[in-house]
């Protein structure tokens, strides 16, 4: 799965303000819909959902939600740099300022996790994380994962 596949510049919002999860991941929702032609409110529903499970949260201010979408044709990302971190109920506890958002088709099976496994690797590198919240422009940003990403092919 190709980072640049996966997270269209358009689907990159650097400087969001939420007050907490549940803002956060409006935005997100709105950000899909716009992006994919779905509905917001199923997006939202469909990620809330899913934290219902357990957090996405995965530690050092970083958030991967994710859902199974109906309408979707392939795997697709929406990434949000949040202005002030919120509380996610995050593995390590810390509150989350950068989510990396990933949709998946209803019936996509492995090449799901495979993308969600991706994303959690790329962004347990604190030098990257470092970068993404220093980035000053969605271009910028973009081409910090993907080159990361084509760095590390096997992390894949």
Avoid: C
């Avoid at 917001?40 to 469909?46: I, P, Q, R």
């Avoid at 993308?115 to 470092?130: D, K, N």
Wanted: glycine letters at 8%.
């Amino acid at each position: 799965m190709n980072i640049g596949e996966l997270l269209d510049r358009t689907a990159i919002s650097l400087r969001v303000s939420a007050t907490d999860k549940r803002k956060a991941l409006a935005v997100i929702a709105e950000i899909a819909a716009r992006n994919f032609s779905l509905d917001a409110g199923d997006v939202l529903d469909a990620l809330l959902e899913r934290e219902v499970a357990g957090s996405t949260g995965v530690g050092h201010g970083v958030a991967v939600p994710h859902a199974r979408m109906e309408g979707l044709g392939r795997m697709r990302g929406v990434f949000v740099r949040l202005e002030h971190p919120v509380e996610f109920g995050s593995v390590d506890d810390q509150p989350v300022d950068l989510l990396f958002a990933l949709f998946a088709p209803k019936g996509a099976g492995a090449e799901h996790l495979r993308a969600l496994a991706r994303v959690s690797r790329l962004l347990r590198q604190a030098e990257l994380r470092e970068h993404l919240r220093k980035a000053r422009s969605a271009d910028a940003l973009h081409a910090l994962l993907v080159q990361e990403a084509a760095a590390r092919p096997s992390a894949a």
